[in-house]
């Protein structure tokens, strides 16, 4: 396997704030991985660092170039959507299609029309016109037509309404994603998305709280839920987190065999949504 | 996830772009980022086109009287060279206007140009395409002081052409006299070529103008035109009121005027009065013998254009620079 970012010790600093704090992860080509964190965590900085969009200290590979120097050669092979809602409002969809089909060597339009043709959207329509949800299917039809070997999405479905999201998710898995490409994504619903990642990053307070594949997740950390006499007991193997349910605990336990847990109680997987739970709980404390 | 070291060799190769055949590389990409700005900025183009517009309408329902000297136009005695010199009076006059309302949406451009997608956050789309900042900035440089100057000197002439036959037009149909009506394709060609050089001339020396805009617009958080505007007007009051002094504005009306001094040769000039002995005021030199005294060889060589360029280069330089991380949304 092949590195498509490697970042050690990346850190930036806002003033005295530390956005990013030393930093170390590495992504895998052909990987769609989830970075996950609460608002202000750095996700959207370190983003920002891996497409050259923000200054920073430390060590940053993107697709073995240096964001910094050589942004301009990167976004050849990158693509990014910062946000919904970025296209300009005074474009129209045909004008869109014409302006990437000029400046991106890589953009294939009959893709991208394909893609249109499914939707409600008109090529004569101005991006002010259109609703969210449609700006940002215009924006996928863009993003799928484009080649890229990266492509970075920065909470790519806020705003949108379930169907739209869904839709969003679908496409990008059956008629985007493949063996050659790399998917990075943050997102704040992450019950939604968490089948489609194959690797997680939790990022909290400017540091990596948890960076794993999705399949050893199961074997690194263990959700049980032990009735509350049998608490005291479960509590000696120091669960990094608990919390009751319906009258029960559910506590969450990291390199733990399943033999020693399976004892007290009912065991399982944690869902990434609950363990990212349970990681911000514990370090903010 | 694994700590997978690889070579830098090893991840260099698959930034090496695939086939980019069909792409017709940076001409291709300017030619792209040019139209996009009159996609943007419609009044680039509507402007100066309305305008024209505007003075071939007026041409058309011109009507009334027009008097010389207490007498109307038609039993003036008009000598051909007189008539001419207004056609080329005319010619001027509709190039002026049309440069006024271009120095508007021009400079409206570049104040907005570099500050809107900031606004509109779509400096994220952009952003999001192979496209660097000097190239971003280069094409709106294009725009401003190639691509809108020359449309600019081609739609005066053309209108001026639309003009003088609607004028011919109205002298056939016996609404103006004939012999005031005049057209010199040798004369034309020549005056269109010096407003041409003219325009040359005023793009150079209005070029840290044109720099020091892009600045604000890259630099301004919020209400760019108020920066833009603000801070010549305020800094000379400030100067004035706090020094008692006006080498600001001394300057300033310096860098706007300074160059047309030397190519008028400082005001030595014979346009209207010319070698006036006769019995009318309405008295004109040969053209020919007017535009030879304009000195473009020592305005284009004058030391301050080439210094303001070097200012400019170095506005346009750090505005280039600011965009690269400029992030304030």
Redesign the interface.
Known sequence: ????I?ARGLTKSFGAQRALDGV??????GRIVGVIGPNGAGKTTAL?AI?G???FTGEL?V???DPRL????????V?????V????????VS?AL?????????FERSVAEGFLKKTDIHMSSRVGQLSKGMVTQL?LALILAI?A?LLVLDEPTLGLDLLYRRKFYDTLLNDYFDKQRTIVLTTHQVEEVENLFT?V?FINHGQVAL???VEEIGSRYQQLIVSAEQAGAARSLKPFYEHKVFGRVAMFFEGRSAAELSALGELRTPSIADLFVAKMQRVTP | MSTNMTTPAGTAGMAVPASSVAHGGLQQTLVTLVRREFWEHRALWIAPLATAALLVVCALFAHGNIQVDGTDVGDHPFSARQALAVSTIAQGVLWMTLNLVMAFVVSFYLIDCLYAERRDRSIYFWKSLPVSDGLTVASKLVVAMVVVPLGVWVLAGVTHIAISIVFAAHSALGNLPSHVVAWNTLIWLRVELLLLLGLILGVLWNAPISGYFLLVSVLARRNAVMWALGIPLLVPLLERIVLGTHYIWAFMAYRIHGIWDVLANHGDLNFITGQANSDSHFNVPPIDALLGQLHFRAAFLAPDLWLGLIAAAAMIYAATRIRRYRDDT
């Open positions: 396997m092949t590195a498509v490697e170390n992860f590495t992504v895998q080509a920002k497409l969009l923000t200054s590979r697709m073995g170039l050589q942004r301009d050669a990167l976004m050849r092979d693509c990014f959507m910062a946000d809602a970025v296209l300009p409002r005074w474009m129209k004008q014409e302006y990437v089909e000029g400046v991106h060597p890589r924006h080649d070997r690797d990053i960076d794993s594949p």
